[in-house]
């Protein structure tokens, strides 16, 4: 408890200034803040969850959670009982981020406002889906989200490839294979072939990167696809997303 209470009393330092501490709360920022809360919300929210609504299903991850409801009147119950929860633990629920949402699909054909929602990186909606029999239906599925999609763009072009020409193509795969392997590990999950749209932006800077390396290509923008797109097709290996189909385009 000493270490504890040094933790979250103790003055904060961030770009050379000291910051004192409020007295209620964990620190921004501090090592420690991540962990007091998940232990925290694990006595307000997931316990009291376990003994007040047993029979409902629900996630929870850091301070972001959903939970599953049989109808609209009992998701409004659960949320006033959780309102007056947190409430009771000093906590309040983020009243723009807190919704409810109809998981419309093939048994569930009502029309509501709301029907789409957002969880650790995935898009959950209404979509088209097909059947073993190859017949299509409406299922509630979830894919990679939007702002997911422009972190992943977001961050190979942080990567600046045009700007490491002296090294090689191996050499950018082994330096980067690591991460793309992660966004293929989680957000290819479900719904792959949204996150394989994305990833050929990548491709698509290497195509840039190809140019800028060899001389004989600069302005010829077809050559260089075509170029990577053989170098692809020989070592479909080198690159973790070319592994799964996710080849230049030499059109």
Known sequence: MLYIK?????PVSNNNMITKNT???TPQGGVISP???NLFLNFAFDKWMERRFPNNKWCRYADDGIIHCNTRAEAIFILNCLKERMK???LEIHSGKTKIIYCKDINRKENHKLHEFTF???SFRPRN???SSGSSFTSFLPVISNKAKKHIRSTIKSWYLLHQTQITLAEIAEKYNVVLRGWLNYYGFYGKNELKKVLHHMNNHLVMWVIRKFDKLKT?????RKLLNKIAKE???LFSYWVVGVLPMTG
Do not use: F, H
Request: glycine share 10%.
């Open 6 to 10: 040094r933790w979250l009393t103790n």
């Open 23 to 25: 007295e209620n709360g």
């Open 35 to 37: 962990l007091l809360a």
């Open 88 to 90: 009771e633990c000093k």
């Open 120 to 122: 650790l990186g995935y």
């Open 129 to 131: 889906a097909k059947g």
């Open 220 to 224: 010829k923008k077809m050559k260089a």
């Open 235 to 237: 070592k479909p290996n």
